[in-house]
């Protein structure tokens, strides 16, 4: 993570922002999911996907990345390149869980919350990921916001 960059605007520039259910993998390194929000449009995604079923190609699971697997939420960063849309290929997803019965997005870094490129406006929603102690967890609907306003 940069210190002169706006978190996160790197994957949106580059990528569409969606939050997804994985459904299955329909062959290798290829899955397909329920759109179940747009947070931006701008590379590939368009409104009339949403609550719809989307394939597409996630990240390989080189250096620690994780792909996604079938029964997953996550925070996904999507763009369209040829016509197929492709997961960003590195980090390219959050994951998404319950924490004490609100939705948080898991993002690999710790003490997030410490961190100076993490807007003020997120610190107080963001924590240590219970399950993952080298990631934060950052409540999702002050991040989509976040990502809606600032990002998109």
Same mark, same amino acid.
């Given at each position: 993570?940069?210190?002169?960059?706006?978190?996160?605007?790197?994957? %949106?520039?580059?990528? $569409?922002? =969606?939050?997804?259910? =994985?459904?299955?993998?329909?062959?290798?390194?290829?899955?397909?999911?329920?759109?179940?929000?747009?947070?931006?449009?701008?590379? #590939?995604?368009?409104?009339?996907?949403?609550?719809?079923?989307?394939?597409? =190609?996630?990240?390989?699971?080189?250096?620690?990345?994780?792909?996604?697997?079938? #029964?997953?939420?996550?925070?996904?960063?999507?763009?369209?390149?040829? #016509?197929?849309?492709?997961?960003? +290929?590195?980090?390219?997803?959050?994951?998404?869980?319950?924490?004490? #019965?609100?939705?948080?997005? +898991?993002?690999?870094?710790?003490?997030?919350?410490?961190?100076?490129?993490? !807007? =003020?406006?997120?610190?107080?929603?963001?924590?240590? $990921?219970?399950?993952?102690?080298?990631? +934060? %967890?950052?409540?999702? !609907?002050?991040?989509?916001?976040?990502?809606?306003?600032?990002?998109?």
């Amino acid at each position: 993570m940069s210190n002169n960059e706006k978190f996160l605007a790197a994957k %949106a520039a580059a990528n $569409d922002a =969606v939050l997804l259910h =994985v459904l299955k993998e329909t062959k290798p390194q290829h899955l397909c999911a329920k759109i179940l929000a747009i947070y931006t449009s701008r590379k #590939g995604i368009t409104q009339k996907m949403l609550g719809r079923e989307i394939e597409f =190609v996630h990240a390989s699971s080189a250096w620690g990345n994780k792909p996604l697997r079938p #029964g997953e939420t996550a925070l996904v960063f999507l763009s369209e390149i040829s #016509g197929r849309l492709y997961e960003d +290929s590195w980090n390219g997803h959050l994951l998404v869980e319950d924490i004490e #019965g609100e939705q948080y997005a +898991s993002y690999r870094f710790p003490q997030l919350w410490l961190s100076e490129n993490l !807007p =003020v406006s997120l610190r107080a929603y963001t924590r240590e $990921d219970p399950q993952r102690p080298q990631c +934060s %967890a950052i409540r999702l !609907p002050e991040l989509a916001e976040y990502i809606k306003k600032e990002l998109g």
